[in-house]
């Protein structure tokens, strides 16, 4: 595949005047699609896609960005993207100049391929609709290989492509007395040993269907002890890339995060995570050819280490770049594990609350880092170390500087594989790997 993309770019390489650039960035994915209701096929679909963007430069100081879906003729997507050139060179003529217009620079080069030993995409829906036959089933299996490509004029080239599977579910149970259905979510990311990761993944969702089955206990606001599976603390950290460790929003003076950028406050000790490329779920190029580092340290044993500085960026401030995207947001974290092990979980939490998804996450108070969100699917109250059984959704509102600072009372010692599941359009890639947190307390307002 990546030799048909070579094609098309030296054909159009070729028409490119001495004053004018351009990056050739390509998405492309062979993945299949298979929706489940109540554990059986409902939809199926095999797509085979690649899109394209042609990042133009003129002068290094103009330019334009144009993109366009290709077709499996070389001939074909070649004529059209020397089209898009002519019409991005037209373009550029009624822009103004970029004062921080990052050239195209000639920098290393990379191939980076991870496989995947799957059983068929045939094999895992029979062993779906097998192991799960009496479960009120609603989910999304996605298989396949995704690829990555950016060649620009200045000599880089970079390749990336990644197979694998995405099992993204809910399981529902039965309608309670006051007329409510719980359900359970569960994700499975899995590049090998795949049927065992589902039937592990299928286990943890009947037990849990059972203790949604008992009564609901309603929680008055206030502080409890709480432990967040690696699901939710993924969901938080997510907001670190929103108006967080980003050096624009640091210098915009938008980042909810500023006072532990500055050193004003540290997390807890317990706390490091890493923007690591070596996972294997996102390429570590962008659409300029550059190369972030394969593992970025952001946070050391609560200390603050790097901000994700693109180029752009860096040009405007006057700051070193990381070779970041764009949206400078964290694309790979990978969270260092502490001593906490699964089986102890419930009892070194003894009574409070156990949080296994959140969701309608925003800052409430960025000024603060604080944030609010919802509890969501199988969260239950837990006494003595036993599950009773469900909550009532309860919103949380707390100070990042709390739930990832003092009120962290340990880590466990695995971590959790969650791959992006977004379809919209294509396949996403990327995500992280998150330990499990067990907080002394956090604060529920509702």
């Known amino acids: 595949m990546f030799q048909l993309f070579d094609q098309s770019f030296e054909s159009i390489a070729a028409q490119c005047q001495s004053d004018e650039a351009f990056s050739l960035s390509i998405h492309a994915e062979e993945s299949d699609y298979i929706r489940f209701n109540h554990a059986r096929v409902r939809q199926t679909g095999h797509v085979c896609q690649a899109e394209a963007t042609l990042f133009f430069q003129k002068a290094s100081t103009k330019s334009i960005a144009l993109s366009l879906s290709l077709t499996d003729d070389v001939s074909l997507n070649t004529q059209r993207l020397c089209d898009a050139l002519i019409k991005a060179r037209h373009l550029a003529e009624t822009v103004h100049d970029d004062p921080y217009l990052v050239p195209f620079t000639m ?3 990379s191939e980076a391929g991870f496989e995947a030993d799957l059983p068929s995409v045939e094999e895992t829906v029979a062993f779906i609709a097998q192991t799960a036959h009496d479960l009120d089933l609603v ?9 990555r490509y950016v060649r620009h004029t200045k ?6 492509k990644t197979h694998s599977l995405v099992f993204d579910y809910s399981v529902y149970g039965e309608r309670t007395n006051e007329g409510k259905i719980q359900s359970v979510k569960q994700i499975v990311y899995a590049t090998r040993d795949a049927h065992m990761s589902i039937h592990e993944s299928l286990v943890k969702a009947r037990q849990q269907l059972c203790d949604l089955a008992k009564p609901t206990t309603v929680l008055a606001p206030g502080n409890y002890r709480v432990y967040l599976e690696p699901a939710a603390v993924c969901d938080i950290l997510s907001l670190f890339s929103w108006n967080g460790v980003s050096a624009a929003s640091y210098k915009k003076g938008v980042s909810a995060l500023t006072q532990w950028i500055d050193g004003k406050v540290t997390l807890s000790p317990c706390i490091s995570f890493s923007d690591d490329f070596t996972i294997g779920l996102v390429p570590r190029f962008n659409n300029n050819g550059e190369c972030v580092p394969i593992c970025l ?5 609560g200390q603050f280490l790097h901000m994700i500085v693109s180029s ?3 040009k405007e401030y006057g700051l070193e770049s990381t070779c970041a995207t764009d949206g400078e947001g964290l694309r790979s974290i990978h969270m260092a594990t502490g001593s906490l092990r699964k089986e102890d979980i419930l009892k070194v939490l003894d009574t409070g609350i156990y949080i296994s998804n ?4 925003n800052w409430s108070d960025p000024n603060s880092a604080r944030i609010t969100g919802m509890t969501r699917f199988a969260c239950f109250w837990v006494e003595n170390g036993v599950i009773k059984g469900p909550i ?12 990832f600072g003092d009120a962290v009372e340990g880590v466990t010692n695995f971590v959790e594989k969650l791959p992006e599941t977004g379809t919209y359009d ?3 890639i990327g995500g992280s790997c998150v330990s499990g947190l067990l907080l002394k307390r956090m604060s529920f307002t509702l």
Do not use: N, W
């Open 358 to 361: 959140v969701h309608y996450l």
């Open 297 to 301: 340290p952001i946070a050391d044993k």
């Open 312 to 314: 752009r960026t860096a």
């Open 392 to 403: 009532q959704d309860m919103r949380f509102d707390d100070s990042i500087y709390s739930l």
């Open 139 to 147: 989910g999304l299996l996605t298989q396949g290989r995704v690829f």
């Open 107 to 109: 920098c290393e080069s």
């Open 426 to 428: 294509e396949r996403s």
């Open 155 to 160: 000599g880089v080239r970079h390749t990336f």
